[in-house]
């Protein structure tokens, strides 16, 4: 049997899946709207993907939205999925094979680290922009989990005291939001064509161009932050927007202008690089395999 292993990207919107490889090919891929009404019904969309590939692989990787405990790899919060808080997968699902799980932003993280834009980076960041804000950080060239395992929830970040989930970055820097708004404002049919959104943004239409400039400086405000605590060398952005090759840029430019207006942090604060990540919306895919290799095969 080649050393072939089973990816699911569990996402709010859709469920992404796939083989990869040993060698880190990502040789088969595939998409479907998450069923996100319930518990059994998300149970039985997972049973019914790995039950195409059970046979033909040597072990299952899950990325999850939610915080996971990899004392025993329960999930906590569960992102958007709010059904998936405090249930471990893979116990439920009962397989026969290895089944590792690790949550969304750390995947994206993982993936870039073992062959993306992080390879041989010390200190990095990957920020996912999708349904919420994830994130994953790499320290001394290695993923950074925290004490709790929740080093890198970007979404739960506010600049409010009271904590309104409006105001925390988890809805400010939604990529989905951030569509709807601009589909809304330019009158597309389809509030979730990020395709024709991005042809507007391109050609930088006269209504979609500003909010999509305020949606880029709150992700370059997001970067300077953690930047401040931290201190990285590079940002890797991740999400399907990232495809879009002006949605790095843009962010780089907002980031830039935080140090072009303010003399005293131009001095103080060396500014990290900012790129697109190379997975784009696969990352988590990758992600999730890799950090199934470093548990079944202690590997670095």
Not at 65 to 75: L, M, N, Y
Request: glycine share 10%; charged share 15%.
């Amino acid at each position: 049997m080649d050393l072939n292993y089973l990816a699911i990207d569990i996402g709010g919107t859709n469920v992404k899946y796939g083989i990869v490889n040993r060698a880190g090919q990502l040789i088969e891929k595939h998409s479907e709207p998450t069923q996100s009404v319930d518990l059994a019904s998300f149970l039985q969309q997972l049973k019914v993907i790995t039950a195409q590939y059970i046979h033909d692989v040597k072990g299952i990787g899950i990325s999850v939205p939610g915080k996971v405990d990899h004392a025993d790899d329960t999930i906590y919060g569960g992102g958007a999925l709010q059904f998936l808080d405090k249930i471990n997968l893979p116990q439920m699902l009962k397989l026969s094979i290895p089944v590792a799980v690790e949550n969304d932003g750390k995947s994206a993280a993982l993936s870039e680290l073992w062959l993306g834009n992080l390879k041989g980076v010390k200190n990095g960041a990957a920020i996912v922009l999708g349904t919420g804000v994830g994130g994953g950080l790499i320290l001394n060239g290695e993923l950074f989990s925290g004490t709790h395992f929740q080093a890198g929830e970007l979404s739960f970040l506010s600049y409010h005291v009271d904590l309104p989930w409006q105001k925390m970055i988890g809805t400010l820097g939604s990529a989905v939001n951030m569509i709807e708004r601009i589909a809304t404002e330019i009158n597309l049919p389809d509030k979730h064509n990020g395709l024709q959104v991005f042809e507007a943004i391109n050609r930088h239409d006269e209504k979609a161009w500003p909010l999509f400039q305020a949606y880029v400086t709150e992700i370059a405000l997001l970067i300077h932050n953690v930047q401040s605590v931290v201190d990285l060398q590079r940002y890797v952005i991740g999400g399907g927007i990232s495809a879009q090759p002006i949605v790095a840029t843009e962010i780089k430019k907002a980031y830039q202008k935080l140090f072009a207006h303010r003399q005293i942090i131009a001095n103080t604060l060396t500014p990290a690089e900012i790129m697109s990540s190379k997975f784009s919306n696969d990352a988590n895919l990758y992600g999730a395999i890799y950090h199934l290799l470093l548990v079944i095969n202690d590997e670095k």
